[in-house]
């Protein structure tokens, strides 16, 4: 009888043992699985490329906008920059979503670019991308990302040929640039938002 409760008794122990490797053993395979979570939720914040709800659906939205033509955009380029006035603009067949003007002395011009960002063209992805990782150019160059008045603008500057560039995404749409020889906030000072609400329409 003592055997058999001896048997009996080492049986349970056994079991009971087995129950809680299994229980510890599920314990841990969740600690696992929520620290897999945890990594990829992590690893989301921190990786500059992840793209928001928010980006993912306007990217989209874009594809499936239809690209203005450069008859479309060149009535949007403005008729005078700093008191310069227009000495040319251009529209380009090979991409049919970019228009140009150059004003001002052809030896130190400023140039003024629309770029649309819709159809299966990547600008405002490119742009807003560049501006969460901030890359750098090259030696005796730099670029400036800055938040002005409420737009995310990128500068490129040139300090030893005196050319400056500001970009800036209008209506989460076009890509506007401004080059000249000024200093970036001096550029940023002649966009004519007045004249870009004729884009509002698109």
Request: proline share 3%; glycine share 4%.
């Amino acid at each position: 009888m003592k055997n058999q409760f001896y048997v009996l008794s080492l049986l349970l122990l056994i079991i009971s043992c087995k129950e809680n490797s299994n229980e510890e053993k599920q314990t841990l395979e969740k600690t696992t699985i929520s620290s897999t979570i945890e990594n990829a939720q992590e690893e989301v914040l921190t990786n500059p490329l992840q793209i928001t709800k928010t980006e993912k659906a306007l990217y989209n939205a874009l594809k499936k906008k239809t690209p203005l033509t450069s008859e479309q955009l060149l009535p949007i380029i403005p008729e005078q920059i700093n008191g310069n006035k227009k000495i040319g603009e251009h529209r380009f067949e090979a991409s049919n979503q970019v228009a140009n003007g150059t004003y001002g002395a052809y030896n130190s011009p400023y140039n003024f670019w629309i770029e649309d960002g819709s159809g299966s063209r990547a600008i405002v992805r490119s742009f807003f991308d560049s501006f969460k990782i901030k890359n750098q150019g090259p030696e005796g160059t730099e670029y400036v990302y800055q938040d002005r008045d409420g737009y995310q603008t990128i500068a490129f500057l040139q300090p030893k040929i005196k050319r400056n560039q500001i970009s800036f995404i209008y209506n989460n749409r076009f890509k506007i640039s401004l080059l000249g020889s000024d200093n970036a906030n001096t550029l940023w000072s002649y966009i004519d938002f007045e004249n870009l609400k004729k884009l509002n329409q698109y």
